[in-house]
């Protein structure tokens, strides 16, 4: 078994793993955030870890020695192990592309609600709740459909059509609450809380960043152990991007690599609420702003991983930028033609690597990779005027091709 302990982000205190126990008390929810550390000694020490490492294909439990779970579902073995492409793009050569819109529920979320599940399950647990602009929820809801546990789901009535179909079908109980995901959020977390019920939400439950980090260990490994110089990432409450900069940082902690990338972390200009936080500066302060944006999965006014994101940010050597709605539309439709089809913060990668080109920053010789978190065809309205509705007759189309 995996051993490890859990230490707050902020007073740096210790703590032993428990049932119950999700972020350190003394300083509340946001400031206090845990890490979770493993044995990295012993990690380091063991050769045979290198060898047992896939290229391709594997599911993210190959890398169950730098996980926190002991369980097991059916549906693990189909999470994570998404592809990793190279295009020429944009001036650039050989970009990585992560795309993690392949999962079976089509987000990133996949990788955090599997940890989610297999942790409920170690524990006992008989109900897990989740709070989400959408992906996180109909990723639980979807994989839990083959464990006898309840699911409970409060998410924005707003919501994408095809994020609330993914949480009917599943047979999730489903409260679509209006307000905006920051209300939803406060509104779940202290009935979820109070009833004991097993908690699914990323930014407070410390071992759900664990099932994220794995996209960073697999763009390693399937860039036969090279670490690219930049790795883009849409943000939100923040946790995705923390995720990748603890796997790179662990990779290179048990010797695997020799560097981490700059993680250059991308959000909505109409509400930037963590790249708000880090041009503030340190010491690094919760945020809450107001705002909106066609990008539902990051429109985050009051993040609440916002310490972690930009302490490691920071450490990576890496910053954040934002992107307008226009910028995200075009974004995708860039995207699109490389045959890769994402929803607007499955896309805000592209756009911000458009951006640093443009401004100089990145240059035709660094190694640049783009971490797409989710499907387009979760959100299809967002492409509303940019997709034709021109249609033919029979006659019409016999016509032209004559
Ligand atoms: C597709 C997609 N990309 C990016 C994010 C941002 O992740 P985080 O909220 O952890 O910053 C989300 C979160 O919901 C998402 O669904
Ligand atoms: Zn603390």
């Known amino acids: 078994m995996t051993t490890y302990i859990l230490r707050c982000i902020t007073c740096k205190k210790e703590f032993e793993p428990k049932p119950g126990l999700y972020y350190c008390e003394d300083c509340g929810k946001i400031m206090g955030t845990l890490e ?18 896939f290229y391709n294909k594997a599911s993210m439990y ?16 189909y999470v994570g192990g998404t592809p990793l492409y190279k295009f020429d793009l944009l001036g650039l050569k050989d970009v990585l592309v992560k795309y993690d819109g392949s999962n079976p529920s089509s987000s990133y979320k996949d990788r955090a609600s599997s940890i989610a599940i ?22 639980l809801a979807m994989l839990n459909a083959h464990t006898p546990m309840k699911t409970y789901i409060f998410v924005p009535a707003a919501i994408p059509a095809g994020k609330r179909a993914q949480l009917e079908i599943s047979g999730a109980e489903v409260y679509a609450v209006e307000g905006t995901y920051d209300e939803v959020y406060d509104l ?3 009935l979820g809380l109070e009833k004991g019920w097993y908690c699914r ?4 439950n410390p071992y759900l960043l664990e099932g994220k980090k794995t996209g960073a260990f697999e763009i390693v490994i399937q860039n036969n152990f090279e670490v690219p110089d930049y790795v883009f990432i849409g943000v939100g409450d923040g946790t995705v991007v923390s995720s ?7 990779f290179k902690e048990i010797g695997l690599t020799d560097k981490i ?4 972390g991308v959000q909505a200009e109409g509400i930037p609420a963590i790249k708000e936080a880090f041009e503030k500066g340190k010491p690094y302060k919760p945020i809450s702003i107001s705002g909106a944006t066609l990008a539902d999965s990051i429109s985050v006014g009051k993040p609440r991983d916002v310490i972690k994101a930009c302490t490691y940010v920071e450490a990576s050597g890496g910053y954040f930028i934002s992107l307008n709605d226009a910028e995200i539309l075009d974004a995708i439709k860039e995207l699109g033609k490389t045959g890769i089809f994402a929803e607007p913060a499955g896309a805000v990668p592209y756009g ?9 920053k990145i240059t035709k010789t660094d190694k640049v990779c783009l971490v797409i978190t989710g499907n387009g065809l979760k959100d299809v309205k967002a492409l509303e005027g940019a997709i034709s509705k021109t249609t033919f007759t029979a006659e019409e189309v016999i016509e032209r091709f004559e």
Do not use: M
């Open 244 to 250: 990748l900069y603890k796997g790179f940082w662990e």
């Open 261 to 264: 990338p700059k993680i250059i």
């Open 352 to 360: 911000g690597l458009k951006k640093l080109i443009y401004e100089g």
């Open 118 to 139: 297999n942790k409920a399950i170690d524990e006992g647990n008989e109900i897990l709740f989740c709070a989400s602009t959408g992906n996180a929820a109909s990723s």
């Open 201 to 204: 939400h990323a930014a407070i």
């Open 36 to 53: 979770v550390i493993y044995d990295y000694e012993s990690l380091k020490a063991d050769a045979s870890i290198k060898e047992r490492l």
């Open 62 to 77: 190959q890398f169950d020695f730098l996980l926190p779970t002991e369980s097991k579902l059916k549906l693990d073995e």
């Open 188 to 190: 779940s977390l202290d």
